[in-house]
Nanobody
Framework: QVQLVESGGGLVQAGGSLRLSCAASGRTFSSYFMGWFRQAPGKEREFVVA????????YYADSVKGRFTISRDNVKNTVYLQMNSLKPEDTAVYYC?????????????????WGQGTQVTVSS
């Protein structure tokens, strides 16, 4: 069992930055692929970015490439999402995800555990 708790969301102007954190419980954090998804009002949950167990490989959705950076600290059991050059269309609830079904975890149905979500709002 893995419990995920996100933090760091908030309100920011377009062009600004935010850093999300996801703290995981349990001793098996380093055995999971980790990722971030987001869900805007009235839309389906969509993939944002994934990171491999060691952190050596990453996989980004085209919409965030060059603006977002994922990283993880397997000692602190935490995964981070640095979001720069934010746009109004980035507004959504952001969810931390953990999975072990295969690389990358870029689909909802391969995620084993979800966080509760954190709201990110980008004003124009």
């Amino acid at each position: 069992q893995v419990q995920l708790v996100e933090s760091g969301g908030g309100l920011v102007q377009a062009g600004g930055s935010l850093r999300l954190s996801c703290a995981a419980s349990g001793r098996t954090f380093s055995s999971y692929f980790m990722g971030w998804f987001r869900q805007a009002p009235g839309k389906e949950r969509e993939f944002v970015v994934a990171i491999s167990r060691s952190g050596g490989n990453t996989y980004y959705a085209d919409s965030v490439k060059g603006r977002f950076t994922i990283s993880r600290d397997n000692v602190k059991n935490t995964v981070y999402l640095q979001m720069n050059s934010l746009k109004p269309e980035d507004t959504a609830v952001y969810y931390c995800a953990a999975g072990n079904s295969g690389w990358p975890i870029n689909r909802v149905n391969v995620v084993d555990y979800w966080g509760q979500g954190t709201q990110v709002t980008v004003s124009s």
